[in-house]
């Protein structure tokens, strides 16, 4: 038997229950009240996430069956961000199945697009973790809540139902915003890298007598400067 830990993806769906209860039973019409919605179902998920811990299985090998190549693992952190969004994503694809609106399901796609850039972006930059961790913590949630809380509604033409709808799809907008000012942000850190190895070698040529005033260094001085 071979041991497999899974991390189970309940919290995100008790999170994502309790932003649609929110949006359910309380009004959604200011952005204060999205806000509001966004911090509870966060803790939500922090409180479930804490509370229900991985599940091993033990999956049966065969002895027969060829010997198969092992798992690529980038680390303990680096693996539970990685798994956390393709957690969100899945789910996202599937309400976005199930709204069945293309408007719904374009901004959907891009959010989830975004997502998975962030997440990534550990593998490039480790240090770039607990930032990642963060935002999956507040915004995956919260997104998720409010396609929860759109589906709910299904095709109810009633005022209320109209009304919360159509903030819903104007939240989607902010958060596609949000998400891609998180990934600018990550790639910030990378600039400012990029930056500093540029001063570092500029000084260094300056200094052996290998750089004068000459197109490549006023090139380095643009690129100082942007």
């Given amino acids: 038997m071979q041991p497999v830990t899974r991390r189970r993806a309940l919290p995100v769906y008790i999170a ?6 929110y949006a359910t039973a309380f ?18 998920w ?7 811990k991985p599940v091993t299985e033990y999956i049966p090998v065969p002895e027969t069956a060829p010997e198969e190549e092992p798992k690529v693992t980038h680390g303990a952190e680096a693996d539970s961000i990685l798994a956390e969004a393709e957690t969100a994503r899945r789910e996202m694809e599937h309400l976005a199945a ?4 293309s408007i719904i399901t374009e901004k959907i796609r891009k959010l989830s697009d975004i997502s998975d850039c962030i997440a990534k972006d550990v593998l490039e930059d480790p240090a770039d973790a607990r930032q990642i961790q963060k935002f999956q913590r ?4 919260s997104t998720i809540g409010l396609l929860h809380a759109y589906d709910r509604m299904g095709a109810s033409q009633g005022e209320n139902a109209s009304r919360t709808k159509e903030k819903i799809v104007q939240m989607l907008d902010t958060e ?11 790639y910030k850190n990378d600039a400012l890298n990029v930056d500093a190895d ?6 260094l040529l300056e200094r052996e007598g290998l750089l004068e005033e000459d197109e490549l260094h006023r090139l380095i001085r643009q690129a100082e400067n942007e």
């Fill in 138 to 141: 507040y915004f995956l949630p």
């Fill in 176 to 186: 596609i915003h949000s998400f891609e000012k998180q990934l600018d942000a990550l």
């Fill in 98 to 101: 199930a709204i069945g609106d």
């Fill in 16 to 21: 994502a229950a309790v932003f649609a209860f």
């Fill in 46 to 52: 922090l409180l479930t996430d804490k509370l229900i």
């Fill in 27 to 44: 009004p959604l019409y200011k952005l204060s009240h999205f806000f509001l919605a966004a911090v509870i179902t966060a803790a939500a």
């Fill in 198 to 203: 540029i001063r570092v070698m500029q000084k």
